[in-house]
């Protein structure tokens, strides 16, 4: 395999936007190419995340006509990634796959989703779909309802009361909306309380609004390259050192879902191929779509013991300067989660962090970075671990 | 013209909505109807399978026949309480979503109405059991015993 590099990565304002997902993605991808100091024609395939441009804007599809708006050549195949949440980081590290074993030397990943114009139970629906729709969806399960059962399980397992706990699930929320308020992309950039969380509407017990990621639009582009043709393009190189990914079922056939043995799956190989463990990574953006997910990831991730992770937030253990710097780009939490790029956003704020190009967010001298994204209920993760 | 061929469309009444019209185990709805909450036992490899399943993942084969769920005893892995829910199941909210552990398979579904929100306790032993929804619709919850 030949070393992989990502030479550019760039991701839109993340909130509401009154485009197209079309519109979206072609923007963030030419801004890419450009920055890069490329044209169209360098793009030699164009491998684009998307899941709900079928039921939001009746558009299936979308890659060959982003591929044609964004000026592709046409021996430049595009197509379509659906991993549900975890789309994007299934996207790019196809293309590493594919650039590592010699078949292209340019890949434009990433991608795309337009939340905001479906309403609040319409988007509940649609993204329930990435549940099992044969047994789960007819018993109306959803997103936070399945967080909210792993939450539930978290505070019995450790015996840890189940108030205790949501005061520190709050404190996750306040970390991020405070790194949030520092990204000036993010979709929340207001710092919020602990207070704040206590107090907002049940959505799913245990979880109150605050608990959860909003819906959001956006688009995120990055270009994956070999390490030669990388170092001509910048001068900031960042090497995909170590990937994994790893697939499970239903809610009913997972061994225990405080675990989530796919990601422990996934980061082992990623870990391996990289030949790196936990203790050196030094930010991590992981898929914080709750704030009881982010303290299950830090755990399977191996930054923390089982049963440990919980007060990270709170000790500031998970803060710039803390143990590891988790979600400095205020994660889905606060930054947004438009499902379809939010991989691919997690990619450029690692990228932007290896490279010191992270302003009021920096961890100082961050070397190795590490990605984590989750698909529906814990059915996908895909990990990959990047370094300067 | 030829006679329109019937389709077997039993899945669509599971649930408070459901997006399956047809299965490879339709009859699942018809056990359902006797009362019956039934997974599905692989005849070479003797394991169980619920959701049931057609096709054996360990011994590539189909030769699967029907075990009655409704008869075993499971254990509340986790819960929640739904205070919004999907387009369409408005009318049910709020509903309590779990996960019974049976040893050989767990059950997702709904904790039943009649159980109060003080009484559920993660490990507490539960049975599934049949309930007829409005409009002719069917599904399965859990109860204590």
Known sequence: MRKVAIAEACMTRFGKHEKTSLELFTEIGLTTINRAGLYPRDIQALFLGNCLGGFGEGQAHMAPFVHSAMG????????????????????IRNAALLVGAGVYDIVLAGGVEKTTNLSTSLATRTFAMASHAQYETPVGITFPGVFAMAAHMYADKYNIPLIELKKHM??????????????????????ITVNDVLSGIMVADPLQLLDCCPFSDGASAVLITTEEKAKKITKKPIYIAGMGQASAGGLYVQQDITKA?????????????????????????????FTIAEIIAIEALGFFKAGKGYDAATKRHTYIGGKVAINTSGGLKAKGHPIGATGAAQVTEIVEQLRDEAGKRQVEGAKIGFVDTMGGDFGTVCNIILTA | ????????????????????????????????????????????????????????????KSDLEWFDATNDTGELVTFSKMKYGPIGFEKDLPYTIALVDFGDYKIFGRIGKNIADKDIQIGMKMKVKVNKLDNDRINYIFEKI
């Open chain 1, 72 to 91: 592709l050549p046409m021996s430049s195949p595009a197509m379509r990634f659906e991993c549900a949440c975890a789309t994007a980081t299934v996207a």
């Open chain 1, 261 to 289: 043995m796919a990601r422990k799956t996934a980061s082992k190989q990623a870990y391996l191929e990289a030949g790196i463990k936990p203790s050196d990574i030094d930010v991590c953006e992981l898929h914080d779509c």
């Open chain 1, 170 to 191: 709050a404190e996750v929320a306040v970390k991020n909306h405070y790194y949030g308020s520092k990204n000036l992309k993010a979709h929340f950039q207001k710092e």
């Open chain 2, 1 to 60: 013209m030829g006679k329109k061929k019937e389709i077997d469309d039993r899945f669509k009444k599971f649930g408070t909505k459901s997006f399956t019209l047809t299965s490879k185990v339709n009859d699942f709805i018809d056990y359902l109807e006797k009362e019956k909450v039934m997974g599905t036992k692989c005849k070479d490899c003797n394991i169980n399978f619920f959701p049931p399943r057609a096709d054996c993942a360990s011994c590539l």
